[in-house]
Structures are given as structure tokens and as C-alpha cells.
């Protein structure tokens, strides 16, 4: 049984009356959260850093920033302090605080009007670059700088950056696109910056206020320290950011444009609320040419070349990051797109882009291109050029830089406790130097014996380095410091800068070193701005005359520091949490993409993948302070029977229950989660929640009862089959008004499915159907095996979708092939959601035990329901290891892709079909939506497929009373709008559950799409 975790990491009794005055002030309409789950999911970033904030500030209005500083001014509150934060993907931990984070992603996403002629458009500080992009292609604009975050990255966070990534040789950084900005300064006023000059730059610098002060602090140090300010700024694309001295003021023109110190400020000097966007046509022409290098080296001492070319950009990416690209679900969209060179080994790669809205140019310097990488392979050549592909259609272009951008993330799936971790990843050398910059990075990194992952923007001079290093262990805390201070000088040496994109961060402590002289002008600058230091203070420089406060270092705490507490043998067993490096994939805000509905709905960062990763790292944590090692529990868990004494402990515990639990915090984060396993392939890490949900559960119910509901899950793969005996008797009983309130009050469902009425073994028969005999079918030959297919029940479909189990059988027949129905065995997939592992184990062990012996005969074997048999190929895997066996139940679409030929349509069909795939099925089998495509084209039918999220059925998730609004919320948001735009009766739906979810909410019937095949053959 495992403790009560009661120690409570309480607040400061300062910062809890100041929440208090927030959520109570009449004007305040955001939101205030300080429970230690939600301050432990804003702990960290993608960064190494960890620091648990007092508590996070969503608001939803400039004005409700502007009520939390005016109560932050009153006097005992002056010591409290604030950081802004957005899409939370930073790499060096920008938006970390131990004070109150101002988290605008949540809330602030309006956008005004486009004008399509000025090519503007204001944007809120919590708008998502690529929803943005998204709602404006119809004007053919775009905003340009494209990170690889950009389908969660804010714009509040691209302008606290000034982001840039791929194509910024072109289109520059954030800041070249920002036309003004608006900004709460931490006296409480709303101010926009944007350049201005002549008697609007005298009139603000007369101003008696802080905006006032501002700009006369800001012109006096630019335009009097111009000199030495050209000579210490490097010319680099990528030049130093925070803050901006040299663009801030233009002597030619006399313009000063505060905005340009906002862009890369990392949060250190206000509150950006919105800004007004130049945005950019949209290219008319786009290609890509991969070109395919013997080596790193050779990839990055042809980039130069390269941009001579005329190029858009130029990406590179290492043997190693394509390596872990192999092992990822992105491969399949790209993996006839790079494919190797016969004989050769491809260790490097650069992504050359040509875009523009001159297509004949652009395609003119593509072939010029083109005609001299053609020159050197057919006359050899000493560049390391060993091929090279070339990409014109969208589809193949997005799926090449989602490949890339995934980059980051991929290499946190390393193998081996040290992972590729974020410290010196974002250097920037003039371009011609990159080569030899790099070899002596490397020889650094190899002295430490250390491997490592290299892609990046060769064509600005930006690297991407992540060495492998393990922070559990306390020495290789120390190698990161030793890096960090070498490359410092590295990349000195070469004219280049140890920030060139993502920030500084913690390592703010490099400043002086490279802004010498100027360093106090910028600690004006932050005077003027923030001269108490109360907003994100430590991180780039402190206020002139302020020497007591320090700046923040790379010694500072880990994540590290932190997981090193639990024991390795537990790291190990719960990798799953235990890898989250928090690069924010689960937050994007794409409904269509699969990962993570409960957060795309509800917009909780507790409630996505990396929060519940976050929550299971400190309940490990914490169990390991109390003295349990879960492993430990699990074992004690599975041999342990039904006890009275247990069942008297765990209702006294339930019932009397005193204090604070931390895990009551855990239990509400895994609740909400529909378990829909689109985690474990779409995270670049494979956090796997419902994998630690389900663990977390067991353990869990050893110390509480478990809701009524959970027994009728235990028993329901049992009871469902004796019900559909008799379907119309307990169907017209569960339909009773009584008897519903009854399921609802005591057993937590509601809707409950109805039972397929006439039962399946009635519908079948007459049918050209075999029953199983097991000595039978071992008795036939080789031919008469040929000719057979074992069809796998399932409860969910047997019992309440019989007539999907009919046409299957039926469609079987039709192609020449004798169905044979085997018994219904139960899955356990409901068993394993909610956290009875013994039970489900014992199940999994007695049906592959069947399984494997029907296996020997050599006859496929064929299941319907494609969350049932993913099961038995993943949580089966994971639970039996090696005892699982070899037998393979293919989904229905596999093995019509190997008898295609078979297909023979009998009439002609001309309606178009439309299909929705089912999460899971998505998720770990990506080749979905083009095996029905190719399938349906072999009877000459047109199938769509629509990219959909998640319905929020779930399996039985969608009929508990907790999770019921819920679940109708996430499928009004993710596939109400299909059966508004296609008819019902054409869209096609893999899944049970979404059937069942459809039924419910649309009052219809929709058909899988093996039975439109059984109609018309």
C-alpha cells in the first residue's frame, strides 16, 4: 500500500494574499492557479532547468496584467516578483521564475483584421505562429519567421526571442516583422512601441512618465554610444539579441523604435500584450533539392556554395538525427523522399529551399542547381556529394520539415540515460567559419567522450549541437559547465556568439564577457524599464546601481538534480515520464493532429502529455522520500488476493481521508486523460501516458477504494456476452428511466451502448460460415488452409455491433475465401486503461496462450476493431515480453492489402467516400489513411481520407458520468464540423467507439469501410 504523500509544498504567505487580491479585484477576469500540480507543470520548459514557480496568472485581457502589477504595487506586495510566459518551449529556461508567472498562451489569442493591401494584421501575445499562418493564407500572406515550434510557439514568446529558424537568410528574425508592439510596463501602464522620430520621438521623450524615461534612456545610450556599439555587435544574421542597441536607432533616419529592444528581451523588461505584424506574400513557387554528403563535414562546407545559389535556406541535418528519424512515426512520410544511395553511407544532409513569387526565377537558379550537382556526380567530385532528390509537391515539402522540426525532440529518444540536452545548441559563426568551427566543437566533445546530435541553419552560421549528457549523475553536471565556459571561447574565437536563437537564459552569466563596456548601458536600459528587477529578474542583466541581486548561472538547479532522487531501477522502469524533456509537440494547437485532446480542449497544461509526465516524475519522487519503491508495490500488488483487512484499510482511508494527498492531484490529471495512446508515437520522446496512467492507477487503488464504475469494467468482457444473449430483454430493462439513474448514481455511466439486438449468432446464421474446431483445422492441408480466415471477436464489436462482425465474415466470403469464427476471448484493453494490471495480465497470458496455438496453423487471422488489435501487439508486448509469443492478428485493411486481387466489385459505386480512422489506429499504424485509399481504388472507388482528432469516446471513457461533457466538448470541437461539411451516410469510421460516439451525438448510423466492400462486391 502505498503512503499518504501530505508533505505540501506550500506558498509563501506573501504570494498566496496576493493571489487572493488578484482573484478577488472586481476587474480581474483571468484565472489564478496555485495548486502544486499546476505550479509543477510551468516548472519547466525544454530546457535542463527546473524551478517551481509560486503560482501562474492566466489572463485574458491587457487589463487584467494591468490589475495584477497595480496590486503587485501596493506596499506589501513590492517584494514580489514576475516572469511572462508563452508557448513554454524555451531552451535555456527564459521563462523560468520562483515567482508569479503572467502565462498568456491560454487566454490571449484574438486577431483582428487583416489588411490585405498594407499586408498587417495585430495579434495577441498568446497567438500560435502556425494558427496564425492558417487563418491568413486566404489573403496569400504568411508571417515568415518559421521556428521549429512554430505550431506552438506564441507570439509573445517569438518577440521576447526575436525567433527566426529556417529561412531567416531571406525573411531575417521576429523583430524585422514587427511593426509595433504593445507592452504593460510594471508601473501598470499600456504602451505601444514603433518607430518614431522627429517631433513624436522629442514629444515622447518629454513625457513625465516611465514610458518617458524610457526613451530618453534609450536614445541617449544609442545614439551616444553608437560608435562602440557598430564595433561590439557582430555582423551576423543572427546578431545579439537583449537587448538591441544597434537597430533601436537608425542615424540616418533619426527613427528610434523601442520595439527592437522588446524583440529578444526574454520577458526582462515588460508584458507584451499584442503587436501589429508586416506580413509577407505567400511564395508562388516552392522546391526542395536533399542533398545527400559521405559526410557531416562535407554537408557543412558546401553550404556556402549553396547560398550563393540564390537559395531560400539551407537546413542540415546529421546521420544521427536522421537515424532517430528512422525510428520515428514522421518516417513514413517522408522515407521515400530521402532514400539511400546504393553503396554509399549518407551521414549528412542539406534541405536546399528555393522559394519566391517569381517562379520562373526561382526555378531558373533550382536547375542551375540542379545542373551542377548532376556535373559533379557524373564527374566525381571532392565535395562529398553522393545524390540527391528533388521535392515539388506541398505535401512532400511540409513532410521533409516536419521531419526536421522534429528534430529537437527526437534526439531526447536516444537510447541510454545520457540524452542530447540543450546548453550550447544555438551558436551562431559567420557562415564561411562553420566548418571549422565545428570540427573543433567536435574534437571538444569527443575529449569528453561524449556523442551528440548536429542540425541547424548552415546558412546563417547557426548550429544546432545537443551533446548526450546523463544530469542524474552529479559529474556530468559539472562537463555541462566545462562545455558551456570552452564553447564561450569557441566560438569567440571565431566572431560568433554563444546565443544565436533561442535566447540566453541561464546563461546570462556569459553577458559580460561579451557585451565588455557596454554591459552597464544595458543595465540602464533595464533600470529605465524594471528598476526594483521584479520582472524576470536574474536573466540577462540586473538594473544599473543594483549590485545585490546576481544574475542567474548554468549551475543553477536541474530537472537533474531532482530525478537523481529517485532510484535508477525506477528511471528506468517508468522511462515513459521519466524522458519528457518538455519540447511542448503536445501542445500544438492543431485539432487535427491526434496528440493529446484533453489539452487541446481544454487548453491545461497539467492536462497534456508533459504535464503528466511532470506530475508522475514528482510522484515517484515523492514516494521515494516517503521510503516505497513502487516496483516493489506492483510486485506486492500482483501476488496480493482479495483481503478483508486490505478492503477495511483502503475504506477507511477513502472515507475518513485527512489532509493533503499529492497523489489526489496526480489522480485528477490521469482521469482526464482518454487514454487514446497517440502520445506514445506522435511525442518525439513516446512519453507514453496512458503506459505510467495505467501504472499509476494500480498503485493508486492500493490505498483507496476504487469508484463503482471500476467493477463493472473489471467484469465487463465477462457479463457484456451473457447480457447479449438475451439483448432485447436487458435493453428495454437499461432503457427504464429508474435503472438509468440507478447506472448513473451507483455505477458512474451513462448512455450506456445498446446491445445488438438480434444477437451476432443469430444474424450469422445461414451464412457460408466454419465454426472453430481446433482438431479440425490441424487435420487440413496445406491448399485447404490457403483457402481459410480466422476471424478474432472482440466483446465491443460482437456485443453491440454485430452486424459489422456479419458483413466482415460476409465480405471474407465473398472473396473466394471460407470465414471461420473463432471464440470470443476477452482483450483486457479495458482492464489495462484502468489500472488492474494483475487481471490483465492473467488475461493477456490465457489469450496468447490461444492465440499462439491457432497461430501454428499458418491461417490469418483477422480482428475488426482496430484499438483491440493494436492492443494485443503493444500493451500485450509490454506486459507478457517474451511470453506474449509470436502470433499476429492482422486489421482488417492488412490483410485486404494482401488479397487485393481478390477484390472484385460486382456493381459500380460513383458516390465519394470520406474516411475517419480511429486515434489509435493513426497513431501506431501511420500507413492507415493509405491502405484504405489504395484498397478502395482497387474496386475503383474515391475515398478521402480527413484528417481528424480525436472523437472523445474512448471506449467507455465517453459514457462516465465524470468524463461525459467532456468527451461531447472534444467531439463538438474535433468531428461535429465533418458531418457538417460531408453527408453521413458517406463517412466511414474505423473505430467502434467513434461509431458509437457518432450515434450518439448525431443520432446516426455510419459504416466501417469494409462494409461499403461487402456491398458492392
Request: hydrophobic share 40%; net charge neutral.
Amino acid at each position: 500500500m502505498i503512503p499518504q504523500l501530505s508533505k505540501e509544498y506550500s506558498l509563501d504567505p506573501l504570494y498566496l494574499s496576493y493571489f487572493k487580491a488578484v482573484a478577488a479585484d472586481a476587474s480581474f477576469t483571468g484565472d489564478v492557479e496555485y495548486s502544486y500540480a499546476a505550479r509543477l507543470s510551468e516548472a519547466t520548459d525544454n530546457s535542463v532547468y527546473q524551478l517551481l514557480p509560486a503560482g501562474i496568472i492566466f489572463p485574458k485581457t491587457p487589463e487584467d496584467i494591468q490589475t495584477a502589477l497595480r496590486i503587485a504595487s501596493r506596499e506589501e506586495f513590492r517584494k514580489i516578483r514576475f516572469a511572462p510566459r508563452g508557448g513554454g518551449t524555451g531552451t535555456n529556461g527564459g521563462s523560468l521564475t520562483g515567482g508569479v508567472i503572467i502565462d498568456v498562451s491560454r487566454h490571449m489569442r484574438g486577431v483582428g483584421k487583416v489588411d490585405p493591401e498594407k499586408r498587417t494584421v495585430h495579434v495577441e501575445s498568446g497567438v500560435i505562429k502556425d494558427s496564425l499562418n492558417q487563418d491568413i493564407r486566404q489573403y496569400g500572406l504568411f508571417f515568415s519567421p518559421n521556428l521549429s515550434t512554430s505550431n506552438r510557439a506564441t507570439f509573445g514568446g517569438m518577440i521576447s526571442n526575436d525567433a527566426s529558424g529556417q529561412g531567416s537568410l531571406k525573411y531575417g528574425k521576429t523583430s524585422r516583422h514587427i511593426l509595433d508592439v504593445d507592452v504593460v510596463l510594471m508601473d501598470g501602464s499600456l504602451v505601444t512601441f514603433g518607430p518614431v522620430s522627429g517631433e513624436a520621438l522629442r514629444a515622447k521623450m518629454e513625457l513625465n512618465t516611465q514610458e518617458g524615461q524610457i526613451y530618453r534612456t534609450v536614445y541617449e545610450i544609442a545614439s551616444g554610444k553608437r560608435a562602440e556599439i557598430v564595433s561590439t555587435f557582430p555582423d551576423l544574421n543572427r546578431f545579439l539579441t537583449g537587448y538591441d542597441l544597434k537597430h533601436v536607432w537608425d542615424p540616418d533616419t533619426g527613427v528610434l523604435d523601442i520595439s527592437r529592444i522588446i524583440c529578444g528581451a526574454e520577458g526582462t523588461l515588460g508584458f507584451i500584450t499584442g503587436a501589429t505584424l508586416d506580413l509577407t506574400p505567400l511564395p508562388s513557387f516552392r522546391a526542395l533539392v536533399n542533398i545527400k554528403y559521405d559526410s557531416f563535414d562535407s554537408a557543412l562546407r558546401h553550404a556556402p556554395v549553396l547560398v550563393k545559389a540564390g537559395v531560400l535556406s539551407v537546413e542540415t541535418v546529421d546521420s544521427v538525427v536522421f537515424g532517430m528519424a528512422k525510428k520515428d512515426i514522421v518516417w513514413y512520410q517522408v522515407q521515400d523522399l530521402l532514400t539511400e544511395v546504393p553503396g554509399k553511407n549518407m551521414d549528412g544532409i542539406n534541405i536546399v529551399e528555393f522559394a519566391g513569387t517569381d517562379a520562373a526565377l526561382e526555378k531558373s537558379r533550382m536547375d542551375e542547381l540542379v545542373r551542377i550537382l548532376d556535373a559533379d556526380l557524373r564527374n566525381g567530385n571532392d565535395r562529398g556529394i553522393i545524390g540527391y532528390q528533388i521535392c515539388t509537391e506541398n505535401k512532400d515539402i511540409q513532410a521533409i520539415y516536419a521531419m526536421r522540426k522534429k528534430a529537437v525532440g527526437l534526439l531526447g529518444n536516444a537510447e541510454g540515460d545520457a540524452k542530447p540536452v540543450a546548453f550550447v545548441e544555438d551558436t551562431v559563426v559567420p557562415p564561411e567559419h562553420l566548418a571549422d568551427f565545428i570540427l573543433e566543437f567536435r574534437a571538444l566533445l569527443d575529449s569528453h567522450h561524449l556523442r551528440y546530435g548536429m542540425f541547424g541553419h548552415v546558412d546563417t552560421g547557426v548550429l544546432h549541437v545537443r551533446p548526450a549528457l546523463d544530469l542524474c549523475d552529479p559529474e556530468q553536471e559539472v562537463v555541462l559547465r566545462t562545455i558551456s565556459d570552452k564553447v564561450v571561447e569557441l566560438t569567440a574565437k571565431y566572431g560568433g556568439i554563444m546565443w544565436g536563437e533561442h535566447g540566453r537564459g541561464y546563461r546570462s552569466e556569459y553577458g559580460p564577457k561579451y557585451y565588455g563596456g557596454l554591459f552597464d548601458e544595458l543595465r540602464k536600459v533595464k533600470r529605465a524599464f524594471d528598476p526594483d528587477n521584479r520582472i524576470n529578474p536574474g536573466k540577462i542583466c540586473t538594473p544599473y546601481g543594483n549590485d545585490a541581486d546576481e544574475l542567474v548561472s548554468v549551475d543553477a538547479a536541474k530537472r537533474g538534480s531532482f530525478d537523481r532522487q529517485i532510484p535508477k531501477g525506477v528511471r528506468h522502469s517508468f522511462n515513459r515520464a521519466l524522458s519528457c524533456n518538455g519540447n511542448g509537440a503536445c501542445f500544438s494547437f492543431d485539432i487535427t493532429s491526434p496528440m493529446c485532446p484533453t489539452y487541446k480542449f481544454m487548453g491545461d497544461r497539467k492536462q497534456s502529455p508533459k504535464g503528466r509526465a511532470g506530475l508522475m516524475r514528482e510522484w515517484l519522487r515523492e514516494l521515494e522520500e516517503a521510503g516505497v519503491n513502487p516496483l516493489l508495490e506492483e510486485k506486492l500488488s500482483e501476488s496480493r488476493g482479495f483481503s478483508v483487512l486490505d478492503l477495511a484499510r483502503k475504506t477507511r482511508n477513502t472515507i475518513a481521508k485527512r489532509g493533503y494527498d499529492f497523489s489526489d492531484e496526480v489522480l485528477e490529471a490521469m482521469n482526464c486523460c482518454l487514454a487514446c495512446k497517440a502520445c506514445a508515437s506522435q511525442c518525439p520522446i513516446k512519453v507514453d501516458v496512458p503506459d505510467f496512467r495505467s501504472r499509476f492507477f494500480n498503485l493508486y487503488y492500493t490505498r483507496y477504494l476504487r469508484p463503482a464504475g471500476d467493477l463493472m469494467v473489471r467484469h465487463f468482457e465477462e457479463s457484456a456476452p451473457l447480457m447479449s444473449r438475451a439483448p432485447a430483454l436487458f435493453n428495454a430493462v437499461t432503457a427504464l428511466n429508474p435503472v438509468k439513474m440507478m447506472v448513473k448514481k451507483v455505477l458512474g455511466f451513462v448512455d450506456v451502448p445498446v446491445l445488438s439486438s438480434p444477437a451476432l449468432r443469430e444474424i450469422i446464421k445461414g451464412q457460408p460460415l466454419e465454426h472453430f474446431d481446433l482438431a479440425r483445422l490441424e487435420q487440413l492441408t496445406p491448399a485447404e488452409k490457403e483457402k481459410r480466415v480466422l476471424i478474432v471477436q472482440d466483446t465491443f464489436t460482437t456485443v453491440y455491433d454485430a452486424t459489422l462482425v456479419h458483413d466482415l465474415i460476409s465480405l471474407v466470403a465473398k472473396t473466394g475465401k471460407i470465414p471461420v469464427l473463432l471464440p470470443l476471448k476477452p482483450n483486457g484493453k479495458a482492464l489495462h486503461i484502468r489500472g488492474y494490471l494483475r487481471e490483465f495480465a492473467g488475461t493477456a497470458a490465457r489469450s496468447a496462450d490461444f492465440y499462439n496455438r491457432v497461430y501454428r496453423l499458418g491461417i490469418p487471422m483477422v480482428g475488426v476493431d482496430p484499438a483491440i488489435v493494436l492492443c494485443y501487439r503493444d500493451e500485450y508486448r509490454k506486459t507478457l515480453g517474451t511470453a506474449r509469443g509470436d502470433f499476429v492478428i492482422q486489421l482488417v485493411q492488412e490483410w485486404l492489402l494482401d488479397n487485393l486481387s481478390l477484390l472484385t466489385p460486382r456493381i459500380r459505386d460513383e458516390n465519394e467516400y470520406y474516411l475517419l480512422a480511429h486515434c489509435t489506429q493513426k497513431s501506431l499504424k501511420p500507413a492507415t489513411h493509405d491502405d484504405w485509399v489504395r484498397i478502395f481504388r482497387q474496386v475503383s472507388l474515391k475515398l478521402i481520407p480527413i484528417p481528424v482528432g480525436c472523437c472523445g469516446m474512448a471506449g467507455l471513457y465517453g459514457h462516465t458520468a465524470a468524463n461525459v461533457a467532456r468527451s461531447e466538448a472534444i467531439y463538438r470541437q474535433n468531428w461535429a464540423p465533418v458531418f457538417k461539411k460531408y453527408p453521413v451516410n458517406r463517412c466511414l469510421v474505423t473505430g467502434f467507439s467513434c461509431r458509437e460516439q457518432v450515434r450518439k451525438m448525431e443520432n446516426a448510423v455510419v459504416r466501417h469501410p469494409l462494409q461499403i466492400l461487402n456491398e458492392i462486391m
